[in-house]
């Protein structure tokens, strides 16, 4: 079975430009989740998806960030405008039931800011 | 305000040794505490958790202690081997959807 796949590996952009996230999650995983870790910090939550729904969006830091989970399978997060402070390792995790079943992180993509 | 607080920073562990990571929270809302082990390249991986009505929770060489008294909880590795090292989170929720990490342990182990 393939786990959460994301994509691309590594990104880099300069200050004010647009990027895309790709999260595959498990197939038949009904929860999404994404995390953050910026260099020197905790992984941090961002948010987390039942389906197609934002459950809680409560990690997302402003409105330069927009996730979408259409259809219900793959997820992506859009950072527009970039800024350096953005600089980090964006993971990605799925699990079947939520509510503490295991989370499965993809590799994570790392995004840097220039 | 770190919810979950971890310790060390890196630990630097003999094979066959014992390593002991700490952790502490505020929180008493938290329910359920998973331990994550990750590798260069990778994302976290589940070791093992536990919920607070036990106290310790063991699945081979890796052992969670939990003091609900205290907000505290460690893991433990017995018989460290190379293979172990890598970094280590603790983490917290209190829905058991929104993990709250610390900061992480990098953990070496000498051959």
């Known amino acids: 079975e393939a786990g959460v796949t994301q994509f691309p590996s590594h990104s880099v952009i300069e200050k004010g430009q647009t990027v895309t996230l790709r999260c595959d999650p498990i197939s038949g995983h009904d929860n999404l989740y994404w995390y953050r870790r910026v260099m020197g910090k905790e992984i941090k939550f961002l948010l987390h998806?039942?389906?197609?729904?934002?459950?809680?969006e409560s990690g997302m830091p402003n409105n330069r960030f927009l996730a979408e989970r259409t259809g219900g399978t793959y997820s992506t997060l859009k950072v527009q405008p970039a800024e350096l402070e953005d600089s980090g390792v964006y993971f990605c995790?799925?699990?079947?039931?939520?509510?503490?079943?295991?989370?499965?992180f993809g590799p994570g993509t790392r995004l840097t800011v220039t | 305000q770190q919810q979950v607080k971890q310790s060390p920073q890196s630990l630097i562990v003999q094979k066959g040794g014992i390593s002991i990571i700490n952790c502490a929270y505020e929180n008493t809302a938290f329910d359920y505490f998973p331990w994550y082990q990750q590798f260069p390249g990778k994302g976290p991986a589940l070791l093992i958790a536990i919920r607070p009505d036990v106290s310790e929770k063991k699945e081979g060489r890796f052992t969670i202690s939990f003091n609900k008294s205290a907000k505290q909880f460690s893991l433990h590795i017995m018989d460290s081997q190379p293979g172990d090292s890598a970094t280590y989170f603790c983490a917290a929720s209190d829905d058991g959807d929104k993990i709250i990490f610390g900061k992480g342990t990098r953990l070496h182990i000498l051959p």
């Open positions: 995790a799925s699990s079947h039931l939520g509510r503490g079943d295991e989370q499965y």
């Open positions: 998806f039942v389906k197609e729904s934002k459950q809680d």
